[in-house]
């Protein structure tokens, strides 16, 4: 069974950048398509971006293409989501997630394992 803790989360201006890291342990990572999905206050989870176990794929949601990257490195079983250009709109409670197959997916039924979430705010 993976395990997954996210880090990197904090309070940052708008316009700001941050990074969130996932490091994983547990089944063979390198196969295993990652992605991150947000909860805002009384809001359902959404997806906001995936990569696939070799990294060859990337998927992101239209609200967040051009500002967030999606990344990984095998050899430090770990996810990246680098944020850039940060909206008042973007805080939310940010999870990793570990899927069942090896590909990009955005929906939450593909996800079999996640993490316990890292808080970003963003202020005015």
């Known amino acids: 069974q993976v395990q997954l803790v996210e880090s990197g989360g904090g309070l940052v201006q708008a316009g700001g950048s941050l990074r969130l890291s996932c490091a994983a342990s547990g089944r063979s990572f390198r196969i295993t398509g990652m992605g991150w999905f947000r909860q805002a206050p009384g809001k359902e989870r959404e997806f906001v971006a995936a990569?696939?176990?070799?990294?060859?794929?990337?998927s992101s949601a239209d609200s967040v293409k051009g500002r967030f990257t999606v990344s990984r490195d095998n050899a430090k079983n770990t996810v990246y989501l680098q944020m850039n250009s940060l909206k008042l709109e973007d805080t939310a409670v940010y999870y990793c997630?570990?899927?069942?197959?090896?590909?990009?997916?955005?929906?939450?039924?593909?996800?079999?394992?996640w993490g316990q979430g890292t808080r970003v705010t963003v202020s005015s």
């Open positions: 997630a570990a899927a069942k197959g090896s590909l990009v997916y955005s929906s939450t039924s593909a996800y079999d394992t």
């Open positions: 990569i696939s176990g070799n990294g060859g794929a990337t």
